[in-house]
């Protein structure tokens, strides 16, 4: 008696189920293991969508984990997520821009001293600047009390130039102002920067 004639059809539609036989056998194993709403810890074949967010972990029958799913993240913590991902990038690009910029923490310490005379040179002009203007204004109200003290009024062209250069004495202080704040906003950039470059590039021992 001869076998059967085995087809390409057959051999397919075989391995076919045999393939469909093992992944639902795969399947039946697999449970998911979530808290529910009590917090009770439930071992299931399927899992209720409101409890996906909350996290659950895929396992078999014998407790072996397969897969973890964490928790969705709130809008919070997405948020702080954001903001730590942002922060990071940001220090990455001041690193790079240090890198780039220094190769050592003695450049910025003689990029500091560099910055700093500047200030200081340009404060000293502001300072003469404004010794000069005082010096004027304490000789035109020395005239002003003259002529009051010789009864006679005080001449308007006296006055208007008193309130002109006390106008400029107040410009030039608000910008010594501005540059001692400046100043010591460089100061405290320096000392970020050499504190950072020490952190990414230690000195050798």
């Known amino acids: 008696m001869k076998s059967p004639v085995v087809t390409p059809v057959v051999k397919w539609l075989a391995?076919?189920?045999?393939?469909a036989a093992s992944l639902t056998a795969a399947a039946a194993d697999r449970y998911y293991r979530y808290v529910n709403d009590e917090g009770v810890t439930v071992l299931d074949?399927?899992?209720?969508?409101?409890?996906?967010?909350?996290?659950?972990?895929?396992?078999?029958?014998?407790g072996q984990v397969l897969q973890v799913v964490p928790p969705t993240p709130s809008d919070e913590e997405l948020e702080k997520?954001?903001?730590q991902r942002e922060q990071e990038a940001k220090m990455a690009e001041w690193d790079e821009y240090l890198l780039r910029r220094y190769s050592s923490?003695?450049?910025?310490?003689?990029?500091?001293e560099r910055k700093l005379a500047d200030f200081d040179a340009s404060m000293s002009i502001l300072r003469g600047n404004a010794n000069g203007v005082e010096a004027?204004?304490?000789?035109?109200?020395?005239?002003?009390?003259?002529?009051?003290r010789a009864g006679r009024a005080?001449?308007?062209?006296?006055?208007?130039?008193?309130?002109?250069?006390?106008?400029?004495?107040?410009?030039v202080q608000q910008q010594l102002?501005?540059?001692?704040?400046?100043?010591?906003?460089?100061?405290?950039?320096?000392?970020?920067e050499i504190r950072r470059f020490s952190q990414i590039r230690p000195p050798k021992e």
């Open 15 to 19: 391995a076919f189920l045999l393939a």
């Open 45 to 62: 074949s399927r899992i209720p969508p409101r409890y996906v967010k909350k996290g659950y972990e895929v396992v078999t029958a014998s």
């Open 81 to 83: 997520l954001a903001a």
């Open 105 to 112: 923490v003695g450049d910025i310490e003689s990029a500091r």
């Open 136 to 148: 004027q204004i304490h000789d035109l109200q020395a005239r002003a009390a003259d002529q009051e």
């Open 154 to 171: 005080v001449p308007e062209v006296l006055l208007e130039n008193l309130a002109v250069l006390q106008a400029q004495l107040e410009k």
């Open 177 to 192: 102002e501005l540059r001692l704040l400046e100043k010591r906003e460089l100061e405290k950039r320096f000392d970020s």
